[in-house]
């Protein structure tokens, strides 16, 4: 059990090299470490970008002030909001640049090439950070407010063409300094040139197998034996292991080796020298570094508050200053989340006046769990971490925690379980008040139950009197009716299946629970006369509370059976009545393009009847030609008889025209012979309710707009009959639906193919292929076919209320 006092604000972080810090120094056996803290943190800290990131979180602490609290919590909330819409924040790792910040504030400190490194990293990466802010400034405000000031680009260019970022000083960054590297290339080739000829031109048996030019001391030599009868003059810089072979550098060489020493030590002049001017660059930037480091590392910490609150469906909760309300909603441990099983989440709430909760119940029910999950949810918040909670949770602030949880017995202090928890609950007593939140796990055990559970009622009526937020759980019959005489004390239950002795975690306020204990037994197959016995040896005062609890639980589940099957009827009416108004919506948008489409016939019959009294015209006028250039009588009469007779025909073509697209369509009655818009002919089999008809053309049945259809008279349907069919007219008619169900797959192909056809022809923009869920034949062919043909947009199965998978529906170009 431990007891942590919690900072103003959770943490301080700076870049100018301090290590991000508490305002208070935390325990090493803290509250928070019983409520496992710390744990919870690394897993928020795992969606950090980078390594600053992470360290910065881990270092969080629960802070008190209010509205620090609330802004914290809606710079993440900001964040969460734009990840929950499938958008990206793209975060950059900064590198640790403390170090390099220090140099820099001392005059004529020079930046090592690492240094510089982690300075041109931090400044490629501001930048593009700085471009994802501005990008969301609109709906990140809180966080474009943290933007820093870039710096000068030409600073970012110098070292750009100085450091690479792999660490390397580049030529680019001094002529003189690559003037230096390469006369160090070429002295050093001279060298290995004169070594590697004197290699050549000595004995073999002076040299030891596998002999190469290498380096000792910083100097070029060849290996020797050292009982060579010859060897060449020069220094002995070093010997083998087994002293048999001399590294020589041969007095002819030392000349080029110093040769290239100086050159050596040119290069090194001229990279100090750069080095010193790229520092004297970065000096007077370095507020403006230090603050673009910092707005990464704060970036990359909400970012990943947000992205732990995405992965475990978090709400941001309403913040109470002290001695608020407390409302968990849809809460779930989290670290139970993260092992990625089922968690059945609590609701908890504590109505003002109450601020003690006794939790009681059987083992393995889950209310240390509770317990542990409640007082994370509340240091978490105060940490301005959003907890794994639904919308709805209003959480109050505590400026202190006291945990006792689990055994603290100490054979090195001599303490028992009991005396620990004594030790503890004396100084809970001794500290907590209205601001503090206490957790008591089993509070009165480890004694005479009598007077244990005298200790633990006059304990919590104490802390409740001093209006403590306090969570307590027990199994002692004697405090299950302490709530009934105590104001501010409420019970509460993790409710257990009676009939499998089985726990189901969910939570019940206002009733206690039972500890099953004399069942359990019975189940784990105690002898039965014992069992008995021990039934018989329970107070009868215990025996009646324990029915009485038995059948509330009972009327309890009872009422949640009919609460969830009242809220399922209320579900399925609120979906009837939403399908109903959706279905008037369309039948409204349905009405609309009918009359569009009426508008749109009415235009086509007047342009079709205007062409053919043109082309009468032109009739008329070729015959009174023929009728001037007549010669004779008979030749005029001939004329005046032709002019006659394509008058006639072109009224008529154009007054059947109008009659037969303008027709009453309301008589149309299952069976009529109808002519549709193409001029293809059927036999109608089905009208339906929603303006449609299904028509039947040869062995394919089309379904299309009844308003497009025309009744044929008689002496029509007779010339019909005795006309062949022509498929390829009756597959260009305008299809809405095509059924293929109880056909044979090189049937349905063909149907298919024509009914494409149809609805391309008619300008048709889509198109539903019923083929059925069966054996899924019919549906590959439609697959298939639509996959090949290339007037298909695109297709897909139709939503589950319209049929599923046994209807597909197609999308033409």
């Keep these: 059990m431990s007891a942590t006092p919690l900072s103003r604000h959770g943490v301080s972080s700076s870049s100018e090299g301090d290590t991000p810090s508490t305002l208070h120094p935390v325990p090493s056996e803290g509250a928070l470490q019983s409520i496992e803290f710390d744990a919870v943190l690394e897993l928020v800290a795992d969606h950090a970008a980078g390594a600053l990131g992470a360290s910065a979180i881990r270092a969080r602490r629960p802070g008190t002030d209010v509205s620090w609290i609330r802004s914290e919590l809606a710079d993440v909330g900001e964040v969460l909001a734009v990840l929950r819409r499938g958008d990206l924040v793209v975060v950059s790792p900064v590198p640790d640049i403390r170090t390099a910040l220090g140099r820099l504030r001392l005059d004529g400190a020079v930046l090592e090439l690492s240094e510089l490194v982690t300075v041109r990293l931090t400044l490629l990466a501001t930048r593009t950070m700085l ?147 790229l520092t004297e660059l970065l000096r007077p930037a370095r507020p403006a570094i230090a603050a673009l480091h910092t707005m990464a590392v704060d970036v990359d910490v909400i970012s990943a508050r947000a992205a732990w609150a995405l992965a475990s469906a978090g709400e941001v909760p309403v913040v109470h200053d002290v001695g608020g309300p407390i409302a968990l909603r849809d809460a779930r441990h989290p670290l139970l989340l993260a092992r990625e099983i089922r968690v059945v989440p609590f609701d908890l709430e504590l109505e003002p006046g109450e601020r003690t909760l006794l939790i009681s119940g059987p083992n393995t029910g889950g209310k240390t769990v509770l317990l542990k999950g409640t007082a994370l949810m509340i240091a978490l918040a105060q940490a301005g971490i959003v907890p794994p909670v639904g919308a709805g949770t209003e959480l109050p602030v505590v400026h202190h925690m006291f945990v006792d949880i689990g055994d603290h017995q100490s054979l090195a202090d001599d303490l028992s379980t009991f005396a620990a928890h004594v030790g503890e609950l004396r100084r809970i007593l001794d500290h907590a008040d209205a601001s503090t939140l206490v957790v008591l796990d089993e509070i009165g055990s480890g004694t005479d139950p009598a007077e244990g559970g005298a200790l633990a009622m006059a304990v919590l009526e104490t802390l409740t009197r001093r209006g403590v937020l306090t969570l307590a759980t027990t199994h002692l019959g004697a405090l299950k009716t302490l709530a009934s005489r105590t104001p501010g004390v409420v019970n509460g239950s993790l409710q257990f299946d009676a009939a499998t002795l089985s726990p189901t975690y969910r939570f019940t306020k206002g009733i206690p629970g039972r500890s099953y204990g004399i069942a359990i037994a019975r189940r784990l197959g105690i002898d039965p006369e014992v069992v008995a016995a021990a039934e018989a040896l329970v107070p009868e005062a215990e025996r009646d509370l324990d029915q009485l609890i038995a059948s509330v639980e009972a009327r309890e589940q009872s009422l949640h059976k009919l609460e969830a099957t009242l809220q399922e009827r209320t579900i399925d009416i609120e979906t009837r009545e939403a399908v109903a108004v959706s279905r008037e919506s369309i039948h409204d948008e349905r009405d609309a393009a009918l009359r569009t489409r009426e508008k749109e016939a009415e235009r086509e019959r007047a342009r079709q009847a205007k062409a053919y009294l043109l082309e009468a015209r032109k009739r008329v006028e070729a015959a009174l030609s023929l009728a001037r250039g007549a010669v004779d009588e008979a030749a005029g009469k001939e004329a005046r008889r032709l002019v006659e007779e394509g008058v006639r025909e072109e009224s008529l073509r154009a007054d059947e025209n109008v009659v037969e697209r303008g027709g009453d369509r309301s008589a149309i009655n299952v069976g009529d012979r109808v002519r549709m818009g193409t001029g293809s002919t059927g036999d ?39 006309a062949p069919m022509l498929g390829d007219a009756a597959e260009r008619d305008a299809v809405h639906e095509l059924d293929l169900r109880g056909m044979r797959a090189d049937e349905a192909e063909s149907m298919v193919l024509g009914a494409v056809d149809a609805a391309v022809l008619s300008e048709q923009p889509t198109l539903r292929i019923i083929h059925g869920m069966g054996t899924g034949v019919l549906r590959d062919v439609v697959r298939r076919l639509m996959q090949s043909d290339k007037r298909v947009a695109s297709f897909d199965f139709a939503p589950r209320q319209q049929g599923g998978t046994g209807v597909t529906v197609v999308v033409l170009r």
């Design 684 to 722: 109608v089999v089905e009208i339906r309710g929603d303006g449609r008809a299904v028509v039947l053309v040869g062995a394919m049945r089309l379904v299309v707009q009844a308003a497009s259809l025309t009744p044929i008279a008689a002496r029509e349907r007779r010339a019909a009959a005795e």
């Design 131 to 277: 471009r994802e802010m501005d990008r969301l400034a609109e709906v990140c405000p809180r966080l474009a407010a943290r933007r820093a000031a870039p710096i000068d680009r030409a600073l970012e260019r110098a070292l750009e063409q100085s450091v690479s970022e792999d660490g390397e000083l580049l030529d680019s960054a001094s002529p003189a300094l690559a003037a230096a590297r390469r006369e160090v290339h070429a002295s050093r080739e001279r060298l290995l040139r004169r070594l590697e000829g004197m290699l050549r031109e000595m004995d073999a048996t002076a040299l030891p197998s596998g002999a190469t030019v290498t380096m000792r001391g910083g100097r070029y030599v060849i290996p020797v034996r050292r009982d060579a009868r010859q060897r060449p003059d020069g220094i002995i810089h070093d010997e083998s292991g087994s002293a048999g072979t001399l590294f020589i550098e041969p007095t002819a060489a030392i000349a080029l080796g110093n040769a290239m020493r100086a050159a050596v030590l040119d290069e090194e002049r001229e990279t100090l020298k750069v080095l010193r001017e």
